[in-house]
């Protein structure tokens, strides 16, 4: 996908986007402790928006291990969703993409933050409607994951309603640590169930 361009006298200069894969980018193999393809993938965090259960009016994104680096996602649009009436805002639509990006941090087994995503939106998707997501890492370069996924209405073959990329960075568990509010963290050490990753309790 070609980038933003200009010229410098007569060559052109083109800048590929930042979510293009870079020279050098490798698809890692699967590492042996990634959960089986089929696994339901734990909610990191149970008051995240996209995938957390004690988010009232959230996602609810339920995640499933795929083959390879890969994952499959569904969300069911409800009425807390609309943008326009009885459709579902776009930037939940990202939101749902950019968990289920980032939760191929389960596949590598990183922690990963959005650096950048980009979304493309083709159809408009209805309340009521149970997305089909889809994601898959690209390539990795150092600390850098480059992913693409989809989401297709009511059916995992459903038309295509939405498409992203993003590049996301793998960050040690003390970026949250260090960036949470001080009451977020008194309530995980009170109550370490509110972490469903058991490998990154040990921090506390
Ligand atoms: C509380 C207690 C514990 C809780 C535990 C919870 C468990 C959680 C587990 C799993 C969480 C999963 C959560 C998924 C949720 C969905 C994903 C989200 O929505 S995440 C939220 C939105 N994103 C952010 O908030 C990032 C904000 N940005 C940052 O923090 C920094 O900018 C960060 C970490 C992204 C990079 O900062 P640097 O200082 O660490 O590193 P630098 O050197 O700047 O970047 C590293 C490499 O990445 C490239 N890079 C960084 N940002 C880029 C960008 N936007 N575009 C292109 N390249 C970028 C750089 O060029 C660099 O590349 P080169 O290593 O030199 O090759």
Not at 1 to 7: I, L, T
Not at 129 to 135: E, N, P
Request: net charge neutral; proline share 8%.
């Amino acid at each position: 996908m070609p980038g933003g361009s200009h010229r410098v006298g007569t060559v052109r200069v083109v800048t590929p986007l930042r979510t293009d894969l870079p020279p050098g980018a490798q698809l890692p193999p699967r590492p042996a402790n990634a959960p089986a393809p089929g696994t339901v993938l734990p909610s990191h965090y149970v008051r995240c928006f996209a995938c957390g259960d004690q988010s009232a009016h959230g996602l609810h994104l339920r995640v499933d291990a795929d083959a390879g680096l890969a994952l499959c996602a569904t969300f069911e649009v409800t009425e807390h969703h609309q943008g326009a009436p009885g459709l579902a805002h776009g930037g939940l639509l990202s939101c749902a993409l950019d968990e289920a990006l980032g939760a191929l941090g389960h596949l590598t087994r990183t922690s990963l933050v959005t650096g950048r995503l980009e979304t493309d939106f083709l159809r408009p998707v209805p309340v009521g409607t149970v997305l089909h997501l889809s994601a898959r890492v690209e390539g990795v370069l150092g600390r850098r994951v480059y992913a693409s996924g989809e989401g297709r209405l009511n059916s995992p073959t459903g038309r295509v309603a939405v498409r992203a990329r993003g590049l996301f960075v793998e960050v040690p568990m003390e970026h949250f640590v260090t960036h949470a509010r001080a009451e977020d963290i008194q309530a995980i050490e009170q109550d370490p169930d509110l972490i469903r990753l058991r490998e990154h309790q040990t921090i506390f």
